[in-house]
């Protein structure tokens, strides 16, 4: 009999490859617009030709120290990630077990996730001052939310049947969160994760970009305001490329943590 | 089963025969005095050690109830129910229970799901994962100890639920209608290795369902239960041959015994359904 061929979209990496080809047709697609000053020629002091960005990357390595910067806001995003797991998900659990807290906050908590906090930059630079702390503080404060709330998620929608098969086997209150409610809310806390780190991210470059203080943030302000446009599509499109890379580690990250999904 | 296990399971046990689960005049009413619910009145009766032994009636008819009762899910009822003279009032450690949904721990593999309750027990590893594969092998799930939950079916799940409660070895299985999601001819593919694994351990067994052929297939009794309020309507002794397998589906004496106590259901389903209409019509006039 002979032996069965995977279809092509079912292999692993046509997916990964259809994506790369979309974005080289996009850059290729406005290429061909800027070069014939379409949808008008001043198009061009605005928007850099994909071609000049590319050639832009290597001048932002080289000169720019573009992997010292990196390093500045990894460290920032990463203290803020870390601290944002550490106090988000025992508060997440603190709103679970107890019910006038989780009634009292819940809210706020949500409208915390909603606010626009990076916009408050001044009053974070006058309590902490002008550095690293600053802009880890207000990346804790925009991730924080997402951890918390989707910790509560996880908890409260830890399937009946489960706490009911912890109950038939006499589990204690410790022994029912450690062997049911927080696996069963680990997905979910993921999820969490994932968001706030995202937030991290944005707020890490946000703020840097902002107070022209730190790493990638500040490198696309100066290259900026020096109207260096290639050099500043590099930079965003560096960023770009990290968290691509940042992401996926962790989605590897999460896969080794659960094997079951 | 290993002489170890075979001496563990008989050790303790009262003589085949003897009740081990008394279910005396139990009451559960839901809701205060004015709206006031009752899902099980005045049910009496009690499974003999070995026995499998079938609650059946319509929806509504208080099986759930009466479940989480004996299970010690509910600790507040009126009446009694006795293991070894101890009234149940909390999860008994005797009692093993198979639930209607599905209850296997998703992160956890067929083994780890499968050893759970002896990992509480501070069992050793090597220890409990021999007892385990034991149980796998019993519920027909050899060489699946490495999957996860979400590689199996639904039947399998099933089985996986079933060999975590018995490898407590609890001297009473309880389930509840643990087939209810599955299609028909695997249901009566597990009714098969349900009774294999009653004869083998002598388990004693009582089986909440609301399905005639299952209840006939696997017991020795099915206690026949009315329509709100749940009362026992009859009890009756299902005297087809051991070892059984789901060929009896087929014989004469499963039907009759199915036409039998259709007989006494099908005014419990009628009155059942009625009452439903009737307030799915009143809900209609409220808007």
Redesign the interface.
């Known amino acids: 009999m002979a032996s069965r061929k995977t279809p092509l979209v079912a292999t692993s990496w046509f997916p990964p490859v259809v994506g790369a080809l979309t974005v080289v047709a996009i850059g290729c697609i406005i290429e061909a617009l800027l070069r014939n000053d379409l949808p008008s020629p001043n198009t061009r002091y605005i928007i850099p030709l994909p071609s000049d960005v590319l050639l832009a990357f290597e001048r932002i390595v080289v000169e720019e120290g573009v992997l010292t910067r990196t390093g500045v806001s990894a460290f920032e995003v990463l203290t803020a990630g870390i601290a944002c797991v550490i106090v988000g998900v025992p508060l997440g659990v603190l709103l679970y077990r107890f019910d006038i807290l989780r009634r009292a906050l819940e809210d706020w908590i949500a409208a915390l996730a909603a606010a626009p906090i990076v916009l408050a930059f001044p009053l974070f630079l006058v309590l902490f001052g002008r550095g690293s702390t600053t802009i880890i503080v207000i990346a804790f404060a925009y991730g924080l939310a997402p951890i918390v709330l989707k910790t509560l998620e996880g908890l409260i929608e830890t399937?009946r049947?489960?706490i009911?098969?912890g109950?038939?086997?006499?589990?204690s209150q410790t022994?029912m969160f450690w062997?049911?409610l927080f696996?069963?809310a680990?997905p979910s806390i993921f999820t969490g994760i994932r968001l706030s780190w995202t937030f991290c991210v944005i707020a890490v470059i946000g703020v840097e970009f902002l107070v022209n203080l730190g790493g990638l943030g500040q490198l696309i302000n100066d290259l900026a305001e020096r109207y260096d446009m290639p050099g500043t599509y590099a930079g965003i499109g560096f960023v770009i490329l990290v968290s691509v890379i940042f992401f996926i580690i962790l989605e590897w990250i999460e896969k080794w943590l659960?094997?079951?999904? | 089963m290993t002489s170890v296990e075979t001496k563990s399971r008989v050790a303790g046990k009262p003589e085949t025969g003897q009740p081990v689960l008394i279910i005396d005049d139990v009451v559960k009413t839901f809701g205060d005095a004015e709206e006031a619910v009752t899902a099980v009145d005045h049910v009496s009766f009690n499974v003999k050690q070995g026995e499998f032994v079938a609650v059946i009636g319509p929806s509504g008819c208080g099986k759930s109830t009466l479940f989480n009762i004996i299970?010690?899910?509910l600790g507040e009822y009126d009446g009694n129910v006795l293991i070894d003279d101890e009234r149940i009032s909390?999860?008994h450690?005797s009692?093993?229970?198979v639930?209607q949904?599905?209850?296997t721990?998703?992160?956890?593999?067929v083994i780890d799901n499968v050893a759970?309750?002896l990992e509480?027990r501070g069992v050793a590893k090597s220890e409990r994962y021999d007892r385990a594969r034991h149980f796998i092998g019993l519920v027909g799930l050899d060489g699946f100890e490495k999957r996860?939950?979400?590689q199996l079916s639904g039947g399998m799940k099933q089985r996986v639920s079933i060999a975590r409660t018995l490898v407590?070895n609890p001297r009473i299985l309880l389930m509840d209608e643990p087939f209810a999601a599955l299609d028909e001819q695997t249901r009566l593919l597990l009714g098969d290795k349900i009774t294999q694994i009653q004869q083998e351990l002598k388990q004693t067994t009582l089986l909440i369902t609301h399905n005639l052929t299952e209840a006939v297939q696997l017991s020795d009794r099915i206690v026949v239960m009315t329509y709100r309020p749940g009362k026992v309507k009859r009890i009756a002794d299902i005297n087809l041959p051991r070892p059984r397998t789901s060929d009896v589906v087929g014989s004469d004496a499963f039907g009759h015994y199915v036409a039998e106590i259709w007989n006494d259901l099908r005014e419990e389903a009628s009155r059942g359904m009625q009452e439903s209409e009737q307030v799915a019509r009143a809900d209609r006039r409220h808007g």
Do not use: H, T
């Open positions: 399937r049947v489960l009911n098969v109950k038939s086997l006499n589990l022994q062997k049911i696996p069963s680990i659960q094997p079951a999904r | 299970g010690g899910l909390g999860p450690p009692v093993g229970m639930f949904e599905e209850s721990f998703p992160w956890r593999s759970f309750p509480l996860f939950p979400s407590s």
